[in-house]
């Protein structure tokens, strides 16, 4: 089945480390995103890729790096300057917007999250 | 920022009932989307409107949108225990520079009553 595979499901960061998550997919999409989700609010994007070996900053990307060396990858990196990691971490991933003369962005299918905390 | 809200935030009917949610944004946008989420979970899509369609169906799912008035509206009709979970809408904004970023509100949190 074609799905996204995020883990681990549950991280645990101490403080001044670095924590990488990992998000895959074997759709063929070309568009991945990360997302970040705090207790009863909606997801703001913290990066974006389009294509492999590019990615975008999203609207919250400080503290946060990505990577997008495979079509199938884009994992996330929580550095230690980001001050208030704790939340829900989604990875999302959609065809291009462009595809077959499509105009707009595209449904995204998600997968069901890292839950990050600090110990 | 954010581009689409949802309103009400909350909402609790008995089931069998309608539920309807509403969706506002601020700018053009070239479509907007409608979103799932149960609880601890990943987000599914529901449904894709476009800007130059007016009602969709799919299922018990109905979406009207209105670029006038710059607002959606989702109905689930005869609502299930299965649809508790969070509703959210996104758009994005209109045109080809900014396509691939899509923004969601911040949802309206669905509870069926038995």
């Known amino acids: 089945d074609g799905g996204i595979t995020q883990s681990p499901k549950y991280l645990f960061r101490k403080e001044g480390q670095n924590v990488t998550l990992s998000c895959e997919q074997n759709l063929n999409h070309d568009a991945m995103y990360w997302y970040r989700q705090d207790p009863g609010q909606g997801l703001r994007l913290i990066y974006y890729?389009?294509?492999?070996?590019?990615?975008q900053k999203g609207d919250i990307a400080e503290g946060y790096s990505v990577s997008r060396e495979k079509k199938e990858s884009f994992p996330l990196t929580v550095t230690s300057a980001q001050k208030n990691p704790t939340a829900f971490y989604l990875c999302?991933?959609?065809?291009?917007?462009?595809?077959?003369?499509?105009?707009?962005?595209?449904?995204?299918?998600f997968g069901d999250g890292t839950r990050l905390s600090i110990l | 920022s954010q581009q689409g809200e949802e309103d009400p935030q909350a909402l609790s009917i008995q089931e069998g009932e309608n539920a309807t949610m509403n969706c506002s944004y601020k700018t053009s946008i070239n479509n907007l989307q409608w979103y799932r989420q149960n609880s601890g979970r990943g987000l599914v899509h529901l449904i894709l409107i476009r800007s130059n369609e007016r009602e969709k169906h799919s299922g018990r799912l109905r979406v009207t949108l209105d670029t006038s008035k710059k607002s959606s509206s989702l109905l689930i009709t005869a609502s299930r225990a299965a649809d508790t979970a969070s509703y959210f809408c996104?758009?994005?904004?209109?045109?080809?520079?900014?396509?691939?970023?899509?923004?969601f509100g911040s949802g309206t949190r669905l509870s069926i009553r038995p």
């Open positions: 999302a991933s959609s065809i291009g917007p462009w595809n077959r003369g499509r105009l707009g962005n595209q449904p995204q299918h």
């Open positions: 996104a758009t994005d904004r209109g045109g080809y520079s900014s396509a691939s970023k899509i923004i």
């Open positions: 890729s389009q294509i492999v070996n590019d990615f």
